[in-house]
């Protein structure tokens, strides 16, 4: 099972896929993190993606459809993977429809969350006092909010149009009840199995 999060930053995609990838026993996959832990080795993909992440740009789609691509192909993703974070544009998408086509795996489940813009504003700036995140600032993360509706909403029309299946989850509640509709649209129980 391909379960794909979607939603504008500050939605609570990463929270909730590693709920769900932590009762599903899939992995979980987020770009963020991926990126992130590149940026903090220091490595030459990390240098390059440093600056655009903490505009709150997004960084090129060849780079990251090869990322995914590579992650994909290990192991304990053979039966499937929990995606937070890709694909953010058409042609990611794209790339991605092929990739499970060549490998034989049905197309992804969609799961949008949906919360108000001045309630993820909020918990994206608290959030920054947390963790120290580089990209929450209030100017990137207006920047991300702008990104998102331009390059990555159309992402939706996209699966819209070739029949994926599209859950659509209000994200605006407690993280459990969130997290109890996500495993219902599913139709995982709450131990994570699936149910008949
Ligand atoms: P959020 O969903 O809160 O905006 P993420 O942790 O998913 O944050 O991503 C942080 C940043 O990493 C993005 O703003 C972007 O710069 C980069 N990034 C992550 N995933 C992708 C992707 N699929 N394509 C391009 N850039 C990405």
Known sequence: MIVIFFGAPGVG???QASRVAARSGLPHVSTGDMLRAEVERGTTL????EPIMRSGELVPDDLLVRMIESRLGEPDAASGVILDGFPRTRPQAEALDAMLERTG???G????LEVPDDVIRERVLNRAKLEGRLDDTPEAFAERLRVYREKTAPVLDHYRSTGARVEV?????EMDVVTARILAALGLGDNGKEVA
């Not at 990390?46 to 993606?49: D, F, L, R, S, V």
């Not at 489940?109 to 949008?112: D, F, S």
């Not at 989850?169 to 509640?173: H, L, P, Q, T």
């Open 105 to 107: 795996r049905g197309a």
């Open 169 to 173: 989850i209000d994200g605006d509640a």
């Open 46 to 49: 990390g240098k390059e993606a």
């Open 13 to 15: 995609k990463g929270t």
């Open 109 to 112: 489940i969609v799961l949008v």
